[in-house]
């Protein structure tokens, strides 16, 4: 199994800073892909920051030049600095994971318990 260990989240007014962090764990040879998704209430969970094994970094438009992600691959964490946040960004965040397990290398996803964000305005 893999294991991952979400940390930040929390309150924060309107134009402040969180950061969050996910470390992976368990068994598993690599990662394929690794980020974080967010669900507000009422919406479909998204994407909204996530970096392949190729170094590919994708954001969703929203986030775009507020949110930055970044990876530590010794440590199997990645972080996600999320500056200039708006209420629109209060939301559950998820970690999720696709790592490389077995013999054949299997891809498995992993999800995260989620961690709340609340921008109040």
């Known amino acids: 199994q893999v294991q991952l260990v979400e940390s930040g989240g929390g309150l924060v007014q309107a134009g402040g800073s969180l950061r969050l962090s996910c470390a992976a764990s368990?068994?598993?040879?690599?990662?394929?892909?690794m980020g974080w998704y967010r669900q507000a209430p009422g919406k479909q969970r998204e994407l909204a920051a996530g970096?392949?094994?190729?170094?590919?970094?994708n954001y969703a438009d929203s986030v775009k030049g507020r949110f930055t992600l970044s990876r530590d691959n010794a440590k199997n964490t990645v972080l996600l600095q999320m500056n200039s946040l708006k209420p629109e960004d209060t939301a559950v965040y998820f970690c999720?994971?696709?790592?490389?397990?077995?013999?054949?290398?299997?891809?498995?996803?992993?999800w995260g318990q989620g961690t709340q964000v609340t921008v109040s305005s």
């Open positions: 999720y994971v696709v790592a490389r397990r077995g013999f054949l290398l299997k891809e498995e996803a992993f």
């Open positions: 368990g068994r598993f040879s690599s990662i394929a892909f």
């Open positions: 970096i392949t094994s190729g170094d590919i970094i």
